[in-house]
Nanobody, 119 residues
Framework: HVQLVESGGGSVQAGGSLRLSCGAS??????MGWFRQAPGKGREGVAVITDGTTSYTDSVKGRFTISQDNAKSNLYLQMNSLKPEDAATYYC?????????????????WGQGTQVTVS
């Protein structure tokens, strides 16, 4: 079981930037990603990464960047040009094997979430 702890959420004005971080207790995960859930909406995949290969949901392409440190023990999400519709609770997730997709149902390890507010 991988323990994941997110940080870096907060409140920002539209057009601003935030950087989310996620610390993993184990770095042997196959795939890690960021997911989000806005009030009253379902959880959606934002960005995922495996061995340097990334994938983004269309609405954040060109604005968000997912990355990992070399040890793969920390995951990051740089969010630029934030929009009100980006406001949500953001979750870090990991899976040990299988395809690295934006489908949140595939991931077995989750952090507690960090809140992002955009006004």
């Amino acid at each position: 079981h991988v323990q994941l702890v997110e940080s870096g959420g907060g409140s920002v004005q539209a057009g601003g930037s935030l950087r989310l971080s996620c610390g993993a207790s184990k770095y042997s995960t196959h795939c890690m990603g960021w997911f989000r859930q806005a009030p009253g909406k379902g959880r959606e995949g934002v960005a995922v990464i495996t061995d340097g290969t990334t994938s983004y949901t269309d609405s954040v392409k060109g604005r968000f960047t997912i990355s990992q440190d070399n040890a793969k023990s920390n995951l990051y999400l740089q969010m630029n040009s934030l929009k009100p519709e980006d406001a949500a609770t953001y979750y870090c997730a990991a899976r040990r094997r299988g395809s690295c997709l934006l489908d949140w149902t595939l991931y077995e390890n989750w952090g507690q979430g960090t809140q992002v507010t955009v006004s």
